[in-house]
T-cell receptor, first 111, second 115 residues
């Protein structure tokens, strides 16, 4: 699975959009981009995933560049409850399905 | 519907003792995963079950670790002769089938402390 690079930490003001970047320059054509988050003392929570098109759900939007070498997770109106570690993971369709977690980005939403 | 549940939520044991951790996946989910998370660290994959296929044990750190799954339901992770470095949160996840576009749903974890 391709390696991802994320900034270790970010701050965001409550009510503003949080934009979390992820680089995955070695991604291959059949690898999906997944985002999970982990709120303190809880298990990881799925947020969104995509292959090449931009995706949106009730939690967030995922913007993938045309060359697929990077992506951005957007939380449109961050709240204090969005404070968490956000993990960007790329995964191949044919692998066993296990997720390989990096260190993620710690997002601190401030009032 | 009910999510992934794990028990116990916390376990304190003495070095050298055996422990069993339980995971109840979401009903109907054929794939089940165990991960470990040490304090301040990311998640490490341990083992994966998919239907009747042989489990992927490639992440188990030593032969003191083993896991079983009964059909497509409950799984038990067993750690024999526990060591202090086994202290961590053990997380279980399940998914409908193991495909890249599938979502893994995680339980709350079992916090294991080895004294």
């Amino acid at each position: 699975d391709a390696k991802t690079t994320q900034p270790p930490s970010m701050d965001c003001a409550e009510g503003r959009a949080a934009n979390l970047p992820c680089n995955h320059s070695t991604i291959s054509g059949n690898e999906y981009v997944y985002w999970y988050r982990q709120i303190h003392s809880q298990g990881p929570q799925y947020i969104i995933h995509g292959l090449k098109n931009n995706e949106t759900n009730e939690m967030a939007s995922l913007i993938i560049t045309e060359d697929r070498k990077s992506s951005t997770l957007i939380l449109p109106h961050a709240t204090l409850r969005d404070t968490a570690v956000y993990y960007c993971i790329v995964r191949e369709r044919s692998n066993t399905g296990k997720l390989i977690f990096g260190q993620g980005t710690t997002l601190q939403v401030k009032p | 519907g009910a999510g992934v549940s794990q028990s116990p939520s916390n376990k304190v044991t003495e070095k050298g003792k055996d422990v069993e951790l339980r995971c109840d996946p979401i009903s109907g989910h054929t794939a089940l995963y165990w991960y470990r998370q040490r304090l301040g660290q990311g998640l490490e994959f341990l083992i994966y079950f998919q239907g009747n296929s042989a489990p992927d044990k490639s992440g188990l750190p030593s032969d003191r670790f083993s896991a079983e799954r009964t059909g497509e339901s409950v799984s038990t992770l067993t750690i024999q002769r526990t060591q202090q470095e086994d202290s961590a949160v053990y997380l279980c996840a399940s998914s409908l089938v193991s495909r890249a576009a599938d979502t893994q749903y995680f339980g709350p974890g079992t916090r294991l402390t080895v004294l």
